[in-house]
């Protein structure tokens, strides 16, 4: 869907704030996504985390087939995730639980994004140092297209001053200055590499 397909690349952000972004924009897309990714999310964590050990205290509806008890309950729990995202301490004391993962899950269930393969990246990385012709012409060409696209959007966004652009603007473009540089640091490290290997083979 397009309001997830224009993100940032996440350069920098914490594993809560790539969810929380996600979360955010998610009831642009259809009416009712909060509160279906909300339930999604309580049925996931009821169901993998056992009472003995939970630290969310979600609300649960006493008869699950009666609709007023699960919006009412629906709309409590809202508030908890929203207190979780918006609070670093409330984040903190439910950090034994990963919530943000559960509200990934939900999320791509529902909107079939990638969040959890996002937050594995940045969790798991796999780095390969580019090394072979064919490596180095794909870091080349990955390196181009993220400066082609920044030095595109500097061009559009630094008009006029920065007064006139929204705040999602700003950090967008920050984020794509700093997945340039990142590719840029891609670069160095397979110079680096390769003269780290010359200096260990004599």
């Known amino acids: ?13 914490s ?9 955010e924009r998610a009831w642009n897309t ?3 996504a909060k509160r279906a990714i909300v339930a999604k999310t309580v049925d996931l964590y009821l169901g993998e985390i056992s009472a003995d050990h939970r630290t969310v205290k979600f609300n649960i509806p006493e008869n699950p087939e009666d609709g007023d008890q699960f919006l009412a309950c629906n709309k409590k729990n809202i508030k908890i995730i929203d207190d979780f995202f918006a609070d670093n301490a409330v984040r903190s004391k439910h950090f034994r ?11 791509d269930e529902i909107f079939e994004t990638e969040i959890c393969e ?8 796999h780095t390969v140092v580019p090394s072979t012709q064919e490596q180095l012409d ?9 400066y082609t696209e920044a030095v595109n959007e500097c061009v559009r966004i630094f008009r006029n001053g ?3 652009d929204s705040e999602e603007e700003l950090e967008i ?11 840029l640091d891609k670069n160095v490290g397979a110079i680096e590499h390769e003269l780290t290997r010359r200096k260990t083979e004599k």
């Open 162 to 164: 920065l007064q006139d």
């Open 97 to 107: 639980d990963n919530l943000e993962i559960f509200v990934a899950r939900a999320i």
């Open 173 to 183: 473009l920050e984020s794509k200055l700093l997945s340039a540089r990142e590719m």
């Open 1 to 13: 869907m397009k309001v997830f397909n224009m993100r940032p690349s996440f350069h920098g952000y």
């Open 138 to 146: 794909q870091l080349l060409v990955d390196t181009n297209s993220s």
């Open 30 to 32: 259809m009416n009712g």
């Open 118 to 125: 996002i937050l594995r990246q940045k969790l798991f990385p």
């Open 15 to 23: 594993s809560s704030s790539i969810v929380k972004w996600y979360y």
